[in-house]
C-alpha cells in the first residue's frame, strides 16, 4: 500500500486553478477590441484612427483581465513555492 502525501491537494487544487485561469485569460485577451498598433503597424501597413473613449464594458472587460492575470499570477507563485519547500512531492 503507497502513502500519497496530504500536501497533493494543494498542488491539485492550485494547478486546476491555473489551468482555469490561463483559459480564461487566453479567452479575455482575445475579447479586447482591436486598437491597432500591432505588427502591421510596426511596418507601416495600418492606420489606426479610432482614437475615441472606451465604454463602460471595455472597461470592466479590462479589470476582470487584471484579476485574472493577478490570480494567474499568484497560483505560478503558490505552485512554485509548494514544489520549491516540498521537493519530495514535486513530479519526475
Same mark, same amino acid.
Given at each position: 500500500?503507497? &502513502? !500519497? /502525501?496530504?500536501?497533493? #491537494? /494543494?498542488?491539485?487544487? &492550485?494547478? !486546476?486553478?491555473?489551468? +482555469?485561469?490561463? !483559459?480564461?485569460? %487566453?479567452?479575455? &485577451?482575445? *475579447?479586447?477590441?482591436?486598437? $491597432?498598433?500591432g ?6 501597413? $495600418?492606420? %489606426?484612427?479610432?482614437? $475615441? $473613449? ?13 484579476? &485574472?492575470?493577478?490570480l #494567474?499570477?499568484? %497560483? +505560478?507563485? +503558490? *505552485?512554485?513555492? *509548494?514544489?520549491? #519547500?516540498?521537493?519530495? !512531492?514535486? /513530479?519526475?
Amino acid at each position: 500500500m503507497t &502513502v !500519497v /502525501p496530504l500536501l497533493t #491537494w /494543494p498542488i491539485l487544487i &492550485v494547478s !486546476v486553478l491555473l489551468t +482555469i485561469t490561463s !483559459v480564461a485569460l %487566453s479567452l479575455f &485577451v482575445l *475579447l479586447h477590441k482591436n486598437r $491597432g498598433g500591432g505588427m502591421s503597424d510596426l511596418f507601416g501597413g $495600418g492606420m %489606426s484612427a479610432s482614437m $475615441g $473613449g472606451t465604454s463602460v464594458a471595455e472597461r470592466n472587460l479590462d479589470r476582470l483581465t487584471i484579476v &485574472v492575470g493577478l490570480l #494567474w499570477l499568484a %497560483s +505560478i507563485l +503558490i *505552485l512554485l513555492t *509548494l514544489y520549491r #519547500w516540498f521537493p519530495d !512531492v514535486a /513530479p519526475l
